[in-house]
């Protein structure tokens, strides 16, 4: 049973648009919703994170929007750069201790960004 | 600081053939895991360590082994190799096994298994 679900598996965006990769999740003790970054050849890197108390998190261009009633949570990437280019995932996981910390992943979008 | 270090980068095994996997982290991390990442499929857990001598199965388990003797190495260990276990291998860390913390990755070893 896959319980994190992510789309779309792939995306072309143009340079300067806005890039929106989706996730649903069905577990409702998920308390941690972090996307990471992967480069090819390289291992995944944190991106940004976000937990169920707020509905809406910025980093610079990046931003996640969590709405906790749908159990959807989303990446909106502005401006995007031919640079983002990578592979994301997003991830939940529920709670503290043992096996609770263990990411769940979704199966990945692959963003290219025209330039 | 190296962070992880995971080696070999690349391997390719015969079917039947066993192998260990290095894993090795200089941050004093407790948790560390590995995955395998296929196409299309994500990153699945395969095993987990919260802690020198703590291990325990993730989602994929069948066919590897690990342990965890030191807090630095993570070893995973494929006792005969399939064809189904071609795959990139990622090893983490992170300072605990709470959802606060960001997980630290490897550059993967890739292995093809014929």
């Known amino acids: 049973q896959q319980q994190v679900k992510q789309s779309p598996q792939s995306l072309i965006v143009q340079k300067g648009g806005i890039s929106i990769i989706n996730c649903a999740y069905e577990?409702?003790?998920?308390?941690?919703f972090p996307w990471y970054q992967q480069f090819p050849g390289k291992g995944p890197a944190l991106l940004i994170a976000?937990?169920?108390?707020?509905s809406e998190k910025k980093e610079g261009r990046f931003t996640i929007s969590f709405n906790k009633s749908a159990k959807q949570f989303s990446l909106h990437i502005m401006d995007s750069q031919p640079g983002d280019s990578a592979t994301y995932f997003c991830?939940?996981?529920?709670?503290?201790?043992?096996?609770?910390?263990?990411?769940?992943f979704g199966k990945g979008t692959k963003l290219s960004v025209k330039p | 600081n190296a962070g992880v270090t995971q080696t070999p980068k690349f391997q390719v095994l015969k079917t039947g053939q066993s192998m260990t996997l290095q894993c090795a982290q200089d941050?004093?991390?407790?948790?560390m895991s590995w995955y395998r990442q296929d196409p299309g499929m994500g990153l699945r857990l395969i095993h987990y360590s919260v802690g020198a001598g703590i291990t325990d199965q993730g989602e994929v388990p069948n066919g590897y082994n690990v342990s965890r003797s030191t807090t630095e190495d993570f070893p995973l260990r494929l006792l005969s190799a399939a064809p189904s276990q071609t795959s990139v291998y990622f090893c983490?860390?992170?300072?605990?096994?709470?959802?606060?913390?960001?997980?630290?990755f490897g550059d993967g070893t890739r292995l093809s298994i014929l």
């Open positions: 983490a860390s992170s300072y605990g096994a709470n959802s606060n913390q960001p997980q630290h």
């Open positions: 976000i937990r169920p108390d707020v």
């Open positions: 577990n409702t003790a998920f308390d941690y």
């Open positions: 991830a939940a996981s529920r709670g503290y201790g043992g096996s609770q910390g263990n990411l769940i």
């Open positions: 941050m004093n991390h407790e948790y």
